[in-house]
C-alpha cells in the first residue's frame, strides 16, 4: 500500500475513534437514564425500550471497533 493511501487509513481511523468516542457517551449516558428508571417502572415500555437502545449501542460500539481493527491492520 502506497503512502497516500495508508495516510487516508490513517484518517479514517481517527475520525472512526471519535464516532466510537461519541457512541459510547451516548451509551453511558443511556445506561444512567436505564438506571436511574423508579422500580415500579422497571416492567414498563420505557425500561424495555430504554435497555434495547443500551444493548443496540453496545453491539454498534463492537462493530466500530471491529472495523476499526481491520482498518489497523491495513496500515
Do not use: G
Request: glycine share 0%.
Amino acid at each position: 500500500m502506497n503512502n497516500s493511501r495508508r495516510q487516508r487509513l490513517k484518517e479514517a481511523d481517527k475520525k472512526l475513534s471519535e464516532i466510537i468516542s461519541v457512541v459510547e457517551d451516548i451509551k453511558d449516558e443511556e445506561e444512567d437514564a436505564l438506571d436511574n428508571i423508579p422500580e415500579n417502572l422497571q416492567n414498563s415500555d420505557r425500561y424495555m425500550e430504554t435497555e434495547q437502545n443500551v444493548e443496540i449501542l453496545e453491539d454498534i460500539c463492537d462493530t466500530l471497533e471491529e472495523l476499526r481493527d481491520k482498518i489497523n491492520e491495513l496500515m
